[in-house]
């Protein structure tokens, strides 16, 4: 006991001397001033960590970390009054949007301090401090703003800070420096090996051009600033679930844009998305206007009301605001300006003005929010009684059928991480809007389809998800324009306009069959999810020979679909062969019917030509210069993280040299590519290799010598001919929404798609793709399949320009040709876009696994 008490005589002196002889500033603690170099993470991390010792009035929460291992902090700032009811506030918070009870929001990672009992508190608004969160730093060569962060921690815990110290008495700040570690941290190394003595601003010098990936996105070259409803990497999965757990009333996501640019803040750019409350627009313009005088008074150049809408609901803006926040995007111009860079307009952009222009508004933001803290409580309770009492849209419960376990399951994992609630079960039939069919008709509900009622909190994030069609006011926007969940994920859903309760928290599913001492003649799995594509990648690497089934048969008494997995004890001479089996189907929850006999009930005997050996494929992915990183980020993050399959990454500049007879299958993701090698290409197929073309990669293939592939040209009659000579002389101010008539921002489609192809095995006979352009081709001749075809009325939902809807028809998006003893896949689309498009995982895995076997 008294060594206790000695320990913590000595910390309270230790913290009594700090304040003694004052906090540190950035500079001091640095050596350096905030501008005149990038600072590392680390060094950022011990800042805030020296921080979290020095200052009474903050506690400091880890609360993941990245790929890399680097750590992800969030510093909670607040008076003397608030710092030790942290807990107390986040609750009231929740309790404000009648989120306290929801499952995984009740405890915080580092929280502590008085807790009210859930069962007892109740919400108030009053005396309550609001919450307002700054996110700096997700695009990691937009690097300014970690170094904002330090300067505005900094004033806001100065306690001789007479300007910030009042505005904490209503207001908890919290500041999560950098979202992106990894990124940040991989172009700041890159500056500091290639600066001079001195900043060199010619925007030619080589310390202006990254090289490839550059910093922009995380280890798996992901984009986090796309990813926040989505939740597909580690380093989002973790920001949100803390974020879930207090939901601020106010945020602002951090970011530069390019150096030419000046600084934009709100209000933002139309289109709003319908459900942005009157008040949302209203408090974003009085923050904005804050700013403004700020500016005004420095005499700083900045825009608002363009460029950066909100619609697109996986942003660092957007997202917020369909969770009830005052969302907002602060774009720095700076892009590649490094320490120094001289402008189009001949002046010389630096560091320092960068990191001076985000502190500003920073501390801004917490004043506007300190200013109207309680209107903003007030319109946060309010947004979330209405979520509760009076949701948006049309439809009031939404049903989706549970026809394919696996996908329902990852799609509830995704409600979980986003706080939406649901159900199962209902006890009589609906009619409501078939996603299918676009058309209204019965339903006749199953005791374990998915049900999920839009008379509950997140009810507006709800809508905007899992509207059929995002309604756009604008077209003019700056991403994608359709998502919902329900073509993400390709599953068969209702949406009804009354509001359904369902009948049961949880559904009964079956429990995958426990194999003891079965001894099996063969092994069948199922083959229809991504979970099944894991099952066999974790076979292949234990060594185990692996069949399908080129067509459907019965057996056990069960119906297999085509490309159905078969483990037969032939070919699989091993002692262990049964208990392999069983440890891995028992580690993946995997679900497996042992045969007695390779005799089946109806189809094709097991030793029938329709049944193909799967060979073990050794997989490349092309990376580097000329490839798109965050296109072939998604397959590496796919192989390595949701399969757990072995693949290669080889540069596109070495293929030339590289043995392309060490591979099996070669991916090449989207890119500009420059020289691509299709001759080379050619030989290694017909000598049995498998080429995946995806995207712009399909396009270089196009009139090559051995390659079918040619692109659709658009028909011409005499009345078009007419027709475009009338054509109006185009305004120059009109010149960008004249743009949009050729424009696929992302629109959802649907294909016509031929399941009897391994391409297709584990899919209905359609695919609902999302198109990024107007890309189409001819269909393939006789020694090609036409495997995902699309008719003119293919668009399903988002904004498409009238010519490229007029070109996307009649025409060929996914396609198979044989070449020799290989084979080359046509994916016009982005089969796995952002990794959230679970629809297309399954596709992309037919064809590196099934194609061509």
């Given at each position: 006991?008294?060594?206790?008490?000695?320990?913590?005589?000595?910390?309270?002196?230790?913290?009594?001397?700090a304040?003694?002889?004052?906090?540190?500033?950035?500079?001091?603690?640095?050596?350096?001033?905030?501008?005149?170099?990038?600072?590392?993470?680390?060094?950022?991390?011990?800042?805030?960590?020296?921080?979290?010792?020095?200052?009474?009035?903050?506690?400091?929460?880890?609360?993941?970390?990245?790929?890399?291992?680097?750590?992800?902090?969030?510093?909670?700032?607040?008076?003397?009054?608030?710092?030790?009811?942290?807990?107390?506030?986040?609750?009231?918070?929740?309790?404000?949007?009648?989120?306290?009870?929801?499952?995984?929001l009740?405890?915080?990672?580092?929280?502590?301090?008085?807790?009210?009992?859930?069962?007892?508190?109740?919400?108030?608004?009053?005396?309550?401090?609001?919450?307002?969160?700054?996110s700096?730093?997700?695009?990691?060569?937009?690097?300014?703003?970690?170094?904002?962060?330090?300067?505005?921690?900094?004033?806001?815990?100065?306690?001789?800070?007479?300007?910030?110290?009042?505005?904490?008495?209503?207001?908890?700040?919290?500041?999560?420096?950098?979202?992106?570690?990894?990124?940040?941290?991989?172009?700041?190394?890159?500056?500091?090996?290639?600066?001079?003595?001195?900043?060199?601003?010619?925007?030619?010098?080589?310390?202006?051009?990254?090289?490839?990936?550059?910093?922009?996105?995380?280890?798996?070259?992901?984009?986090?600033?796309?990813?926040?409803?989505?939740?597909?990497?580690?380093?989002?999965?973790?920001?949100?679930?803390?974020?879930?757990?207090?939901?601020?009333?106010?945020?602002?996501?951090?970011?530069?844009?390019?150096?030419?640019?000046?600084?934009?803040?709100?209000?933002?750019?139309?289109?709003?998305?319908?459900?942005?409350?009157?008040?949302?627009?209203?408090?974003?313009?009085?923050?904005?206007?804050?700013?403004?005088?700020?500016?005004?008074?420095?005499?700083?150049?900045y825009?608002?009301?363009?460029?950066?809408?909100?619609?697109?609901?996986?942003?660092?803006?957007?997202?917020?605001?369909?969770?009830?926040?005052?969302?907002?995007?602060?774009?720095?111009?700076?892009?590649?300006?490094?320490?120094?860079?001289?402008?189009?307009?001949?002046?010389?952009?630096?560091?320092?003005?960068?990191?001076?222009?985000?502190?500003?508004?920073?501390?801004?933001?917490?004043?506007?929010?300190?200013?109207?803290?309680?209107?903003?409580?007030?319109?946060?309770?309010?947004?979330?009684?209405?979520?509760?009492?009076?949701?948006?849209?049309?439809?009031?419960?939404?049903?989706?059928?549970?026809?394919?376990?696996?996908?329902?399951?990852?799609?509830?994992?995704?409600?979980?991480?986003?706080?939406?609630q649901?159900?199962?079960?209902?006890?009589?039939?609906?009619?409501?809007?078939?996603?299918?069919?676009?058309?209204?008709?019965?339903?006749?509900?199953?005791?374990?389809?998915?049900?999920?009622?839009?008379?509950?909190?997140?009810?507006?994030?709800?809508?905007?998800?899992?509207?059929?069609?995002?309604?756009?006011?604008?077209?003019?926007?700056?991403?994608?324009?359709?998502?919902?969940?329900?073509?993400?994920?390709?599953?068969?859903?209702?949406?009804?306009k009354?509001?359904?309760?369902?009948?049961?928290?949880?559904?009964?599913?079956?429990?995958?069959?426990?194999?003891?001492?079965?001894?099996?003649?063969?092994?069948?799995?199922?083959?229809?999810?991504?979970?099944?594509?894991?099952?066999?990648?974790?076979?292949?690497?234990?060594?185990?020979?692996?069949?399908?089934?080129?067509?459907?048969?019965?057996?056990?008494?069960?119906?297999?679909?085509?490309?159905s997995?078969?483990i037969?004890?032939?070919?699989?001479d091993?002692?262990?062969?049964?208990?392999?089996?069983?440890?891995?189907?028992?580690?993946?929850?995997?679900?497996?019917?042992?045969?007695?006999?390779?005799?089946?009930e109806?189809?094709?005997?097991?030793?029938?030509?329709?049944?193909?050996y799967?060979?073990?494929?050794?997989?490349?992915?092309?990376?580097?210069?000329?490839?798109?990183?965050?296109?072939?980020?998604?397959?590496?993050?796919?192989?390595?993280?949701?399969?757990?399959?072995?693949?290669?990454?080889?540069?596109y500049?070495?293929?030339?040299?590289?043995?392309?007879?060490?591979?099996?299958?070669a991916?090449?993701?989207?890119?500009?590519?420059?020289?691509?090698?299709?001759?080379?290409?050619?030989?290694w197929?017909?000598?049995?290799?498998?080429?995946?073309?995806?995207?712009?990669?399909?396009?270089?293939?196009?009139?090559?010598?051995?390659?079918?592939?040619?692109?659709?040209?658009?028909?011409?009659?005499?009345?078009?001919?007419?027709?475009?000579?009338?054509?109006?002389?185009?305004?120059?101010?009109?010149?960008?929404?004249?743009?949009?008539?050729?424009?696929?921002?992302?629109?959802?489609?649907?294909?016509?798609?031929?399941n009897?192809?391994?391409?297709?095995?584990?899919?209905?006979?359609?695919?609902?793709?999302?198109?990024?352009?107007?890309?189409i081709?001819?269909?393939?001749?006789?020694?090609?399949?036409?495997?995902?075809?699309?008719?003119?009325?293919?668009?399903?939902?988002?904004f498409?320009?009238?010519?490229?809807?007029?070109?996307?028809?009649?025409?060929?998006?996914?396609?198979?040709?044989?070449?020799?003893?290989?084979?080359?896949?046509?994916?016009?689309?982005?089969?796995?876009?952002?990794?959230?498009?679970?629809?297309?995982?399954?596709?992309?895995?037919?064809?590196?696994?099934?194609?061509?076997?």
């Amino acid at each position: 006991m008294i060594k206790k008490l000695l320990l913590l005589f000595i910390l309270l002196s230790a913290f009594c001397t700090a304040f003694a002889q004052g906090i540190q500033s950035p500079e001091k603690f640095l050596g350096y001033k905030l501008g005149e170099q990038f600072t590392p993470h680390y060094k950022i991390v011990e800042y805030f960590k020296y921080i979290a010792q020095a200052s009474k009035n903050v506690k400091l929460v880890q609360y993941g970390s990245t790929n890399e291992g680097r750590p992800l902090l969030a510093m909670f700032i607040a008076s003397d009054g608030n710092i030790g009811r942290l807990e107390e506030i986040r609750r009231n918070n929740l309790r404000l949007a009648g989120l306290e009870s929801v499952a995984g929001l009740n405890k915080v990672a580092g929280s502590s301090g008085s807790s009210s009992n859930p069962k007892t508190a109740t919400a108030t608004s009053s005396n309550t401090p609001v919450i307002c969160w700054l996110s700096y730093n997700v695009h990691g060569n937009e690097p300014a703003s970690s170094e904002a962060a330090m300067w505005t921690l900094y004033d806001l815990i100065d306690p001789s800070n007479t300007l910030t110290q009042p505005w904490l008495k209503n207001t908890v700040v919290v500041i999560d420096p950098c979202l992106n570690p990894d990124g940040r941290d991989r172009y700041v190394n890159f500056y500091n090996s290639v600066k001079g003595a001195a900043p060199d601003a010619n925007p030619y010098a080589r310390e202006h051009a990254e090289p490839w990936p550059g910093g922009r996105i995380n280890h798996y070259y992901f984009d986090l600033n796309r990813d926040w409803a989505w939740q597909t990497q580690k380093e989002t999965q973790a920001r949100l679930a803390l974020f879930n757990q207090w939901l601020p009333e106010v945020h602002v996501d951090y970011h530069e844009q390019g150096y030419n640019a000046p600084y934009y803040f709100a209000p933002a750019a139309e289109p709003f998305h319908k459900v942005i409350t009157p008040w949302q627009r209203e408090m974003q313009t009085t923050i904005g206007k804050n700013n403004a005088k700020y500016f005004d008074q420095n005499g700083w150049l900045y825009f608002t009301k363009q460029e950066f809408d909100l619609l697109y609901p996986s942003y660092g803006d957007t997202y917020p605001i369909y969770n009830g926040s005052i969302g907002m995007t602060y774009e720095q111009g700076g892009i590649g300006a490094g320490l120094a860079v001289l402008t189009r307009s001949g002046d010389t952009l630096t560091l320092a003005q960068r990191v001076a222009h985000h502190h500003s508004t920073g501390l801004s933001t917490v004043e506007s929010t300190s200013a109207y803290s309680q209107k903003l409580l007030d319109e946060f309770k309010k947004f979330y009684d209405k979520s509760r009492t009076n949701p948006p849209g049309e439809y009031k419960t939404y049903i989706i059928e549970n026809d394919n376990v696996d996908k329902v399951n990852a799609l509830t994992k995704l409600l979980d991480r986003n706080g939406i609630q649901y159900g199962f079960g209902l006890k009589n039939s609906v009619t409501g809007y078939n996603y299918t069919t676009g058309k209204i008709e019965q339903y006749n509900v199953s005791p374990n389809d998915l049900i999920i009622n839009a008379y509950q909190p997140k009810s507006v994030l709800l809508d905007v998800l899992l509207e059929p069609k995002t309604f756009v006011t604008d077209s003019n926007t700056y991403d994608i324009t359709a998502w919902s969940l329900p073509y993400v994920y390709g599953l068969k859903a209702y949406a009804v306009k009354e509001s359904l309760k369902p009948a049961s928290s949880t559904f009964s599913a079956a429990k995958p069959q426990v194999l003891v001492n079965t001894h099996a003649y063969a092994y069948v799995s199922t083959w229809q999810s991504v979970n099944d594509v894991r099952f066999l990648s974790a076979l292949l690497k234990s060594g185990i020979k692996v069949r399908y089934s080129e067509r459907p048969f019965q057996a056990a008494g069960k119906k297999f679909a085509a490309g159905s997995l078969l483990i037969t004890r032939a070919g699989n001479d091993r002692g262990d062969f049964d208990q392999t089996i069983a440890r891995i189907a028992t580690e993946l929850n995997q679900d497996l019917t042992p045969l007695a006999s390779g005799f089946v009930e109806k189809g094709n005997d097991l030793g029938s030509d329709v049944i193909r050996y799967i060979r073990q494929p050794k997989v490349m992915l092309a990376a580097g210069d000329d490839v798109s990183s965050e296109a072939m980020g998604e397959i590496w993050h796919f192989f390595e993280q949701q399969i757990g399959y072995p693949i290669t990454l080889v540069r596109y500049s070495d293929l030339s040299r590289a043995r392309l007879a060490d591979f099996d299958v070669a991916i090449f993701p989207d890119g500009d590519y420059d020289g691509f090698p299709s001759d080379k290409l050619t030989s290694w197929i017909r000598d049995g290799g498998k080429l995946i073309a995806i995207q712009n990669a399909v396009a270089q293939l196009v009139d090559k010598k051995g390659f079918m592939l040619k692109k659709k040209e658009e028909k011409k009659d005499d009345k078009a001919d007419e027709k475009s000579k009338e054509q109006p002389i185009l305004l120059y101010d009109s010149r960008d929404r004249d743009a949009l008539r050729s424009s696929v921002p992302g629109a959802i489609y649907k294909l016509n798609l031929d399941n009897t192809h391994p391409l297709g095995f584990g899919l209905p006979n359609y695919y609902y793709s999302i198109k990024l352009s107007d890309d189409i081709y001819d269909f393939l001749g006789e020694d090609g399949w036409n495997v995902g075809t699309v008719k003119k009325d293919g668009l399903v939902s988002g904004f498409v320009g009238q010519k490229s809807k007029e070109k996307i028809k009649d025409g060929l998006l996914l396609g198979v040709q044989s070449m020799g003893r290989g084979s080359v896949i046509y994916m016009v689309d982005d089969p796995v876009f952002r990794s959230f498009w679970e629809n297309g995982k399954l596709l992309l895995s037919n064809a590196v696994f099934m194609v061509g076997q």
